[in-house]
């Protein structure tokens, strides 16, 4: 069973750094690339940017360019989401999501549980 | 701001047949890329619906049907059931970067 389980949710200060997780299994994590979304509170989906792990390429949502980092261990089939100084407004669920479909162009499927980032002072 | 305009609501009775709209542009819907549709429940991770403009997971009810033309993309749920109470988002690509529609929540009368 193709399966994605993140990290549990975060409780943080403005201006502290952050990375959540999300591990890949039942699948080969380097052939699918892999995206996160964020989902603020009572709002919609806001696709953030997706990585390949099998090389690294990366590409971001003009809207999270420079704010956010993706990154991924290919040798243990993990994807990260990062911030190096939080802000009020980063409280959100972020999801990690499989991308179907063979390129970069395809569907998310399936989709990791959620993990929910508060930051507050 | 999305690109991708939804209805903020749509409501009928059970039983009732739904339509969900996805209205894009010429960057987007219209420059050919594909549109897919899911599911999210209230309290939970969003599920895929729709994949390539119109076809189904293995598991979705064939009560769920999407189809596209020109710049928009419609999502049809036919026989509608309380369980299918939840909010709705189609996503598709611009400029070879993701995005999501605005969303629409179904209310089963």
């Known amino acids: 069973e193709v399966q994605l389980v993140q990290s549990g949710a975060e409780v943080k200060k403005p201006g502290e750094s952050l990375k959540i997780s999300c591990k890949g299994s039942g699948y080969n994590f380097n052939s699918y690339w892999i995206g996160w979304v964020r989902q603020m509170p009572g709002k919609g989906l806001e696709w953030m940017g997706i990585?390949?792990?099998?090389?690294?390429?990366?590409r971001y949502s003009p809207s999270f360019q420079g704010q956010v980092t993706i990154s991924a261990d290919k040798s243990i089939s993990i994807a990260y989401l990062q911030w190096s100084s939080l802000k009020a407004s980063d409280t959100a669920m972020y999801y990690c999501a499989r991308l179907a479909g063979g390129n970069s162009l395809g569907w998310f499927d399936p989709w990791g549980q959620g993990t929910l980032v508060t930051v507050s002072s | 701001q999305s690109v991708l305009t939804q209805p903020p609501s749509v409501s009928g009775a059970p039983g009732q047949r739904v339509t969900i709209s996805c209205t894009g542009s010429s960057s987007n819907i219209g420059a050919g890329y594909d549109v897919h549709w899911y599911q999210q429940l209230p309290g939970t991770a969003p599920k895929l619906l729709i994949y390539g403009n119109s076809n189904r997971p293995s598991g979705v009810p064939d009560r769920f049907s999407g189809s596209k033309s020109g710049t928009s993309a419609s999502l049809a749920i036919s026989g509608l059931q309380a369980e299918d109470e939840a909010d709705y988002y189609c996503?598709?690509?611009?400029?070879?970067?993701?995005?999501f529609g605005t969303g629409t929540k179904v209310t089963v009368l």
């Open positions: 996503q598709s690509y611009d400029s070879s970067l993701g995005v």
């Open positions: 990585i390949y792990p099998g090389d690294s390429d990366t």
